[in-house]
């Protein structure tokens, strides 16, 4: 059975940074690309990236790039996200999501991990 | 901003049907399929429709998908409480070369 854990919620200060983790059981960890989702309190989901757990090869959205890092351990099946110089409107629930079956797009998530960016 | 977009609301009684449109562009929509996503608050979003039409396991067969040009659509048919969540869609965009969500429709049942 899939499942992706991510860690604990966490609260930053402005400006610093915050690394979450998302790991992997239940399937073959290098064959399918681990994809971040967040939302922000009111707000729409909003894709920032993925990785590729394979070949480490990231795609970031726009918005994040030069300020989002993904990164993956294959040995412990395990893929980070880390975002640096945090801002208040980075606060949100991130969730790392994955895609199983074919034609689809994440079909599996994790079950979110809150970030409260705050003075 | 989101590039796809989705009326915020949309409500019925039980028993009614519900459609939810989602408006894109000749760089997403009309390249690529579209998935939609069932989001409940404080729970992880959970795939609906893929590939344009597509039920996944356990999506009963009330909920449907269609796409037509740059637009998508989300029907649920036989309106249910636990319908009542949020609705997004989502695609891939050629031009931002990223996945794209829709801004989100909350389905209330009256």
């Known amino acids: 059975q899939v499942h992706l854990v991510q860690s604990g919620a966490e609260v930053k200060k402005p400006g610093a940074s915050v690394k979450v983790s998302c790991k992997a059981s239940?399937?073959?960890?290098?064959?399918?690309?681990l994809h971040w989702v967040r939302q922000a309190p009111g707000q729409g989901l909003e894709w920032m990236g993925g990785?590729?757990?394979?070949?480490?090869?990231?795609n970031y959205a726009q918005k994040f790039r030069g300020r989002a890092t993904m990164t993956r351990d294959t040995s412990i099946s395990t893929a980070y996200m880390e975002l640096s110089r945090l801002r208040s409107d980075d606060t949100a629930l991130y969730y790392c999501?994955?895609?199983?079956?074919?034609?689809?797009?994440?079909?599996?998530w994790g079950q979110g991990t809150l970030l409260t960016v705050s003075s | 901003q989101s590039v796809l977009t989705q009326p915020p609301s949309a409500s019925g009684t039980p028993g009614q049907r519900v459609t939810i449109s989602c408006s894109g562009s000749?760089?997403?929509?009309?390249?690529?399929?579209v998935n939609w996503y069932q989001h409940l608050p404080g729970t992880a979003p959970k795939l609906h429709i893929y590939?344009?039409?597509q039920r996944p396991s356990g999506v009963p067969d009330r909920i449907s998908g269609s796409k037509s040009g740059t637009s998508a659509s989300l029907a649920i048919s036989g309106l249910q409480s636990e319908d009542e969540a949020d609705y997004y869609c989502?695609?891939?965009?050629?031009?931002?070369?990223?996945?794209?969500f829709g801004t989100g429709t909350k389905v209330t049942v009256l």
């Open positions: 999501a994955i895609t199983i079956l074919s034609g689809a797009l994440f079909d599996y």
């Open positions: 239940g399937y073959t960890f290098t064959n399918h690309y």
């Open positions: 990785i590729d757990p394979n070949s480490g090869d990231t």
């Open positions: 000749s760089s997403n929509i009309a390249t690529n399929t």
């Open positions: 590939s344009n039409t």
């Open positions: 989502a695609a891939w965009d050629d031009s931002l070369n990223a996945y794209v």
